[in-house]
């Protein structure tokens, strides 16, 4: 083998196994894929989709019976040229997701509030963890505010926050998941949206 061709083989073999030490590629981030704000008769009312796949770390823990918590939290804000944005609404929706092992069946509670480890709210069952996921990556119709919170000629956003709520884990996997950014599911999204108002 010539030199050139040498010295070409050896950084091949330097490029391949300085490949092996890379990290592994990282999942995509979670995403707000949609939002959107609409005017209805009861309120203001928003729809909204998150993209993101559960760590695998959050999936053993469902799989041995340990609920998991998410919370979404919209914020409506009266845009001000002059001055920062005034929150004129703000509301929370809470999700606890859960595994039952002896029926093999996903549960999925919503509510206004913090839920709790004791589950005490309305839900519905799954079949498949896909299909339970699915409906927590989805908002439809979710009243954030009243119309009266509305002032006619003024100009609206919204700031929308979906997380995973670590602070409701028991206290073994509050203390693991700290710093661990596997566990780590936020999105988040702002923006402007037209309200109109009539006099």
């Known amino acids: 083998m010539r030199r050139p061709e040498r010295r070409q083989a050896l950084a091949a073999a330097l490029v391949l196994a300085g490949a092996a030490w890379l990290p592994p590629a990282r999942a995509d981030a979670p995403e707000v894929t949609q939002l959107r704000l609409e005017r209805a008769d009861d309120g203001v009312l928003l729809t ?3 993209r ?14 340990i609920p998991m918590f998410f919370v979404a939290e919209a914020v409506l804000l009266r845009e001000r040229w002059w001055w920062t944005d ?3 609404a703000q509301a929370q929706r809470h999700w ?3 595994y039952q092992p002896l ?8 509510s206004p509030t913090p839920i709790g480890n004791s589950g005490l709210a309305l839900g519905q069952t799954f079949d498949t963890h896909d299909e339970a996921l699915r409906a ?3 908002i439809a119709r979710w009243k954030i505010a009243e119309l009266g919170d509305l002032e006619p000629d003024a100009r609206y956003s919204v700031d929308f926050r979906f997380r995973l709520d670590v602070s409701q884990l028991p206290r ?5 998941a700290v710093g ?3 566990w780590n599911i936020v999105a988040a999204r702002t923006q402007r949206v037209a309200l109109e108002v009539q006099r």
Do not use: C
Request: aromatic share 8%.
């Open 48 to 50: 909204a989709a998150v």
């Open 52 to 65: 993101f796949d559960l760590p695998a770390a959050v999936d053993e823990a469902l799989l041995k019976g």
């Open 86 to 88: 005034r929150p004129v």
């Open 96 to 98: 606890r997701l859960s």
């Open 103 to 110: 029926t093999r069946r996903w549960r999925l509670q919503v």
């Open 136 to 138: 927590v990556q989805t």
């Open 172 to 176: 073994p996997f509050q203390i693991g």
């Open 180 to 182: 661990q950014s596997s």
